[in-house]
């Protein structure tokens, strides 16, 4: 019976997606506490309200007073309608998501994707969610592919379908996060592809990353299905790099 026991704890108890300590968890906790426990949430950082498209803080421009575009996005509108993300890249959340892209653990994904999608205002009502695809060989290598674990995630939340079919990365592109900022538009433009444009034709679209770090590459996937007709793409992410 102690084995049987050590093999339910193993199945059932919430373990903590930062650092692993099972979690005491109370009927009614929320999102937040079924993903973090406390000392790892003490580290997690929510954005502040920012820009309603784009997402960005707009506390250095307007001193935080105004909820409206900002600057950048008025100039030249983006062709997602709004980016939202859950946490500040750091502390705990960045263990978390090292954890779910490069331990093996998938587990990961389910809770930490209800946390941070509570947290992100990002909006209802879409067709589908896509995933932001991963070059064949970077899939291959990985097993799976982060952004659509959490998209599956968030299926019971937002009742919309995952379509990992929707949109296709054409060539490898070199990590974001290695380029300076200039680069990482040219890297991504013309990687994406909607295979068949009659299935995204006039659907609203969620499109899901793990960490958006300068928006290159969801601002290019948006594009390329707002191209291939989608009615409308908004963004959400489990964290933002802050510039
Ligand atoms: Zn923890
Ligand atoms: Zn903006």
């Not at 084995?3 to 373990?15: C, H, P, Q």
């Not at 205002?121 to 991963?134: H, Y």
Request: glycine fraction near 10%; include cysteine; proline fraction near 6%.
């Amino acid at each position: 019976m102690k084995l049987l026991g050590s093999l339910l704890d193993a199945v059932f108890v919430l373990r903590c997606v930062g650092c692993d300590v099972p979690l005491a968890t109370a009927r009614g906790a929320t999102a937040e506490a079924l993903a973090f426990c406390d000392l790892c949430a003490a580290t997690c950082n929510e954005p502040e309200p920012g820009c309603l498209v784009c997402g960005q803080e707009l506390a250095s421009i307007l001193g935080g007073v105004s909820r409206g575009p900002c600057g950048a996005c008025l100039a030249t509108p983006p062709p997602y309608r709004r980016a939202r993300w859950g946490y500040e890249y750091g502390g705990a959340v960045q263990d978390a998501i090292k954890r779910l892209k490069f331990g093996g653990r998938e587990d990961v994904a389910g809770p930490l994707a209800r946390a941070a999608f509570r947290l992100a205002e990002v909006g209802d009502g879409w067709d589908a969610i896509v995933p932001v695809p991963l070059h064949w060989w970077r899939l291959a290598r990985r097993g799976f592919n982060q952004a659509t674990a959490l998209s599956h995630a968030l299926r019971a939340v937002t009742r919309a379908p995952v379509e990992t079919g929707w949109l296709r990365r054409k060539r490898a592109t070199v990590a974001q996060s290695t380029l300076p900022e200039p680069r990482r538009d040219a890297n991504v433009r013309g990687a994406f592809e909607v295979p068949r444009r009659d299935r995204v034709r006039g659907k609203a679209v969620l499109l899901v990353d793990d960490v958006v770090t300068t928006s290159a590459t969801t601002t290019e996937c948006a594009r390329v299905l707002r191209r291939a007709g989608a009615a409308s793409v908004d963004v959400w992410s489990v964290a933002r790099t802050l510039a």
